[in-house]
């Protein structure tokens, strides 16, 4: 019989009569023993410190019967573990104060090692590895180039994007030869996430939305796929999410992922069929639903949520359309996910 989580077998077509759950930020504000802990460290000390990011990544068990947990840190580690200042300041979010806005300012992620820059990361799976039941999955993760570059070069988010656009406008092959170390980086570090325990990965490109369709099949398809193809190459599955991007599905079917997870403006029966049932889908019930709604409506909306899930052409993982919401009542998270858990294919 096989020992891997329930998960990973789910998705290698071995029904165990349901479909598995779990939810994108789960180990978040929401929860009052996160807000409890995030009183005595700023974030980068939670991150930092094995022990306590491993603590905080197991938190939503103790309230929520989730079938997977993935490691709290946050998709910029990457860069801030090599040594670039970047600040996480309150209702701004991530802060550079001296972006990077030329080719030569990304050499350097070759200087990248990740049991060097960012060690105290496998540590922390490794805690979480060992505290985490066989049957769990242990997700890790990371930023995709485009979106962790589209913080490094804008120094914070914003609505425009303007810099990082302007670049890709004026010259796109420049900005992918600059963002290859990156990309060459990304490999690395989730390689030694997959040495450290976990079972499969999720490449998060929040930012994929502001990218123009002939970009996306000239220049960075071809760099996502090398990242997927490495992962396989460790015998881990592999998720991709991003956000708002419709206008790419029908090219998403060319992605070497094993999982797409997708948002909540669209069905998921249509991205099963603009993707040609290419992948297992994940998500996508809107997270104000649960931050909104009353717990009724939660289940209601979930068990609409399977039944569509059981005519998609691969097994589906029961998601959000994107992460949890701060605010978002205990009681809306846990009908949620015992809702898909109480439900069979």
């Known amino acids: ?78 860069p801030y573990g090599l040594g670039l200042p970047i600040e996480m300041r309150e209702s701004i979010g991530p802060f550079l104060e001296k972006p990077l806005s030329q080719r030569g300012d990304f050499d350097i992620f070759r200087e990248f090692q990740a049991k060097q820059h960012t060690r105290y990361v496998g540590q922390a799976l490794e805690i ?119 206008h790419l599905l029908p090219d998403f079917k060319d992605l070497a992922c094993d999982v797409l997870s997708v948002d909540n403006l669209l069905d998921l029966k249509t991205v099963d069929q603009l993707t040609e049932g290419n992948f297992s889908l994940q998500g996508n019930l809107d997270p104000v639903m649960l931050l909104k709604a009353e717990s009724g409506l939660v289940r209601k909306a979930t068990r609409l949520l399977v039944q569509e899930a059981r005519g998609l052409h691969k097994p589906a993982i029961i998601n959000l359309g994107h992460g949890i919401l701060p605010n978002t009542p205990l009681e809306n998270a846990q009908a949620f996910i015992e809702e898909a858990r109480a439900l069979w294919l």
């Open 128 to 246: 979480i590895k060992n505290k985490l039941s066989p049957e769990k999955a242990l997700l890790g993760f990371a930023g995709a180039p485009w979106t962790v570059a589209s913080y490094l070069v804008e120094g914070k988010s914003n609505k425009h994007f303007a810099q990082i656009k302007g670049w890709l406008y004026r010259d796109p092959s420049d900005l992918f030869k600059a963002l290859q170390p990156l990309a060459d980086a990304t490999v690395q570090y989730l390689k030694h996430q997959t040495q450290s325990g976990v079972d499969a990965i999720q490449l998060f490109d929040t930012w994929l939305c502001e990218m123009p369709r002939h970009i996306f099949k000239d220049h960075y398809l071809p760099m996502l796929n090398q990242i997927f193809h490495e992962m396989r190459k460790e015998k881990v599955k592999t998720i991709f999410f991003a956000k708002g991007t419709s």
């Open 1 to 78: 019989m096989s020992t891997a989580p329930f998960l990973i077998q789910h998705l290698e077509g071995k029904s165990g009569g349901r479909f598995p759950v779990w939810m994108m930020r789960q180990a978040g504000r929401y929860l009052e023993s996160y807000r409890k802990i995030r009183k005595d460290f700023t974030f980068w000390e939670m991150v930092t410190q094995p022990e306590v990011a491993a603590e905080v990544s197991l938190l939503p068990l103790a309230v929520l019967p989730v079938d997977a947990i993935i490691f709290f840190s946050d998709i910029l580690t990457l």
